[in-house]
């Protein structure tokens, strides 16, 4: 899988991961066993073809008494606020931030248990990320994957809703042209002709698109988020599906909020403030 390739998409539940677990599960996903970090998150995983969407927390009641508790997590609100691209060696991607004046900490290791087949082991990241303030969105940053044969498994690849890849991020911001040029210097990529918002390549499949706030409002209407004071907001996630989008089986409706329209489906997660699109694959 090469460089700069999309990784993964992160949701910030906090310290709510019991019902975030029930909420997406009743989305139709398939969630992995809950995972424990070291660096003392936790998180389920929904795994796709080569990319995947993370729910990450921290155990309820338990960030007082840890001192590994991560703030930028903790002090975070709750929605999308990850954005993960592919790298194979962590260290290059430093240097490469460096030249690109993006660079943030040097890149850290940690790890988390797994158990499979009565045999536990551990799946191994390196990761770096862009420096806070880049992209006020979130969190953007690199992972390199020391077991990609423990993430990728096909016991927790194949999902009700018939989902098998995120195939695009939707940023909000004040400075969209300033936001899109960012992240074609970042990726190394170029712009997509499409007919509204700023629609930026990702390197072996799906785009990054950033809207003003106004395109934002004119693709989502009242499911949109706010961005109450802030600078910029991953806006939602879109995801494609195999599957007829008029018949998936959404289920615990109390939880999300949904709005069929002509060739998708979207969901709003009110608790968790992230918007979720499904669309039909082209392929």
Same mark, same amino acid.
């Given at each position: 899988?090469?460089?700069?390739?999309? #990784?993964?998409?992160?949701?910030?539940?906090?310290? #709510?991961?019991?019902?975030? +677990?029930?909420?997406? @599960?009743?989305?139709?996903?398939?969630?992995?066993? *809950?995972?424990?970090?070291?660096?003392?998150?936790?998180?389920? %995983?929904?795994?796709?073809?080569?990319?995947?969407?993370?729910?990450?927390?921290?155990?309820?009641?338990?960030?007082?008494?840890?001192?590994?508790?991560?703030?930028?997590?903790?002090?975070?609100?709750?929605? &999308?606020?990850?954005?993960?691209?592919?790298?194979?060696?962590?260290? $290059?991607?430093?240097?490469? %931030?460096?030249?690109?004046?993006?660079?943030? #900490?040097?890149? $850290?290791?940690?790890?988390?248990?797994?158990?499979?087949?009565?045999?536990?082991?551990?799946?191994?990241? =390196?990761?770096?990320?862009?420096?806070? /303030?880049?992209?006020?969105?979130? =969190?953007?940053?690199?992972?390199?994957? /020391?077991?990609?044969?423990?993430?990728?498994?096909?016991?927790? +690849?194949?999902?009700?809703?018939?989902?098998?890849?995120? @195939? !695009?991020?939707?940023?909000?911001?004040?400075?969209?042209? $300033?936001?899109?040029?960012?992240?074609?210097?970042?990726?190394?990529?170029?712009?997509?002709? $499409? @007919?509204?918002?700023?629609?930026?390549?990702?390197?072996?499949?799906?785009?990054?698109?950033?809207? @003003?706030?106004?395109?934002? +409002?004119?693709?989502?209407?009242? %499911?949109?988020?706010?961005?109450?004071?802030?600078?910029?907001?991953?806006?939602?996630?879109?995801? !494609?599906?195999?599957?007829?989008?008029?018949?998936?089986? &959404? +289920?615990?409706?109390?939880?999300? !909020?949904?709005? *069929?329209?002509?060739?998708?489906?979207?969901?709003?997660?009110?608790?968790?403030?992230?918007?979720?699109?499904?669309?039909?694959?082209?392929?």
């Amino acid at each position: 899988m090469g460089e700069n390739y999309l #990784d993964h998409v992160v949701i910030n539940v906090k310290d #709510d991961m019991d019902l975030a +677990q029930l909420v997406f @599960s009743n989305l139709g996903f398939t969630l992995t066993p *809950r995972g424990y970090h070291t660096l003392g998150s936790i998180n389920h %995983l929904m795994m796709f073809g080569s990319d995947y969407m993370e729910l990450i927390g921290f155990p309820e009641h338990g960030v007082a008494n840890n001192p590994n508790a991560r703030p930028d997590l903790t002090t975070a609100p709750f929605g &999308i606020n990850g954005l993960v691209f592919k790298s194979s060696d962590v260290d $290059k991607t430093f240097e490469k %931030l460096v030249e690109l004046e993006m660079d943030g #900490d040097p890149p $850290k290791s940690f790890s988390r248990p797994v158990e499979l087949d009565g045999r536990k082991t551990d799946a191994k990241f =390196r990761t770096v990320t862009v420096r806070a /303030g880049v992209f006020p969105e979130g =969190r953007v940053y690199f992972c390199e994957h /020391g077991t990609p044969e423990l993430v990728w498994r096909p016991e927790w +690849q194949s999902h009700r809703n018939g989902i098998g890849a995120v @195939s !695009e991020i939707v940023v909000v911001t004040r400075e969209p042209a $300033k936001s899109a040029d960012l992240y074609i210097k970042l990726l190394g990529t170029s712009l997509v002709k $499409k @007919s509204l918002g700023k629609n930026v390549e990702i390197p072996g499949g799906g785009c990054i698109t950033v809207y @003003s706030e106004d395109e934002y +409002q004119e693709r989502y209407g009242q %499911l949109a988020s706010g961005l109450e004071g802030r600078d910029a907001i991953f806006g939602a996630l879109v995801f !494609e599906t195999a599957k007829d989008i008029f018949k998936l089986d &959404i +289920q615990g409706a109390k939880h999300v !909020e949904m709005e *069929r329209k002509e060739s998708s489906l979207v969901l709003r997660v009110p608790k968790y403030d992230s918007v979720l699109e499904i669309t039909k694959s082209s392929g």
